[in-house]
């Protein structure tokens, strides 16, 4: 850098996830590979790092960063490296219910330090919800992690590639409680927060959702279920009478067709497994999860820990690249427009 100038480049937190999983896998190799035109501060054990990286047979140049603000803009090779330690040794593919303090405390870290402005955004490589849950912490999500850190009141998570984007009424809920968490108060919050940042992240002006039904045939006049004609259609209705552009509720399992999708902006399932296979089928490996509504900007991978796939080198690092990118040119924008990143009305 040239001595007196600042470099404006956003500081983006990655933080390493699971231990044992894929996540320093992906990173040790996106990072490696690739260069990006931000400041890349890793939250992690360097000492995971290293070994995971002999593993790999992978060489990056590790530096600890005392002060985030002389990181450099991110060149290939280069991995700098925001310290905090494993709790006991972390092995490849194996969980260790004693590293879970560990995750929780870079999320911590990484969350804080976007909330008082050290870093602009924070990337999620995958954690393991089951063992994080194990130490008597309920653990459903970085989403639901991240909305509690920030006390946002509404949060949405959504997953995009190029082609498709897909947010969720509901998250990381028992399908047995699907229905009943679906009100009109809540559908409307989700509707809400997701038309709002669509506009101010995405620069759409007016979107277009596709809003699913919950039963099949979208309920078929109400023989098959009576969710839509109770909750769903009055709530749209009311919507639209505020000038929102909703289509629906639709039958699920033809709304994800070239003739809907292609006049459309995103798509609103009402619940995880009901809009997240079909991305996942059109992109994985290639989608970024965004968590919308939250007062900073967090992006995610589209996969989970593959714990088969640790220190083997067969993990495919595409989503994380994809969800640093989304991260930068968030960070960018907020910058360039720092009076639209307002969180969710
Ligand atoms: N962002 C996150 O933190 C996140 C996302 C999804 C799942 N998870 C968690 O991960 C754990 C395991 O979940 P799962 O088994 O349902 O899903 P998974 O994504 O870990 O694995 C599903 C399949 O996809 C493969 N796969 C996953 N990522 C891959 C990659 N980068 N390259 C190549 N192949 C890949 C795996 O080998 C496996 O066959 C669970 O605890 C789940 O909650 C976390
Ligand atoms: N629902 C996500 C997916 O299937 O990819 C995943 O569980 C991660 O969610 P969080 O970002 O809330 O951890």
């Known amino acids: 850098m040239v001595q007196g100038m600042t470099n404006q480049s956003p500081i ?36 995971l790092l290293q070994a995971r990286a ?10 600890m960063t005392p002060q985030i603000d002389i990181v450099p803009t991110h060149q290939a090779g280069h991995i700098y490296l925001l310290p905090v330690p494993l709790v006991a040794p972390a092995k490849a593919g194996e969980l260790n219910v004693a590293n879970a303090p560990y995750v929780l405390e870079t999320l911590q870290q990484a969350g804080e330090g976007c909330l008082n402005q050290t870093f602009d955004a924070v990337v999620t490589p995958p954690v393991h919800k089951g063992i994080l849950c194990e130490t008597g912490v309920h653990f459903s999500g970085h989403t639901e992690f991240f909305q509690s850190l920030c006390q946002s009141p509404h949060v949405v998570m959504m997953l995009a590639t190029e082609a498709m984007k897909v947010a969720l009424v ?13 009100t009109k108060d809540s559908l409307s919050r989700v509707i809400h927060a997701l038309h709002a940042d669509l506009q101010r992240k995405f620069a759409i002006n007016n979107p277009k959702i596709l809003v699913c039904g919950l039963n099949p045939h979208a309920g078929e006049d109400g023989h098959l279920g009576m969710e839509e004609i109770d909750t769903i259609i009055p709530t749209l209705n009311t919507l639209r009478a505020q000038g929102l552009d909703l289509v629906g509720p639709l039958p699920a399992d033809t709304l994800f067709t070239p003739k809907y999708l292609e006049h459309a902006d995103c798509v609103l399932a009402m619940y995880h497994d009901q809009g997240l296979p079909v991305l996942k089928y059109s992109g994985f490996g290639n989608a970024v999860n965004i968590t919308l509504g939250l007062p900073i900007i ?18 495919n690092n595409g989503s994380l690249k994809v969800a640093i990118q989304h991260a930068i040119n968030m960070a960018n924008n907020a910058k360039q427009f720092p009076n639209e990143q307002n969180t969710t009305p």
């Open 170 to 182: 509901t998250t990381h809920l028992p399908l047995q409680q699907v229905s009943s968490a679906i």
């Open 54 to 63: 002999n593993q790999l047979g992978l060489a990056p140049k590790f530096h």
């Open 298 to 315: 967090r992006t995610s991978v589209d996969h989970g820990t593959a714990l088969d796939l640790a220190g083997t080198g067969k993990a």
């Open 12 to 47: 983006i937190a990655i933080t390493s996830g699971e231990p044992s999983g894929i996540g320093p896998d992906i990173i040790l190799s996106a990072l490696s590979e690739q260069t990006f035109n931000a400041r890349l501060v890793v939250l992690g054990d360097l000492g």
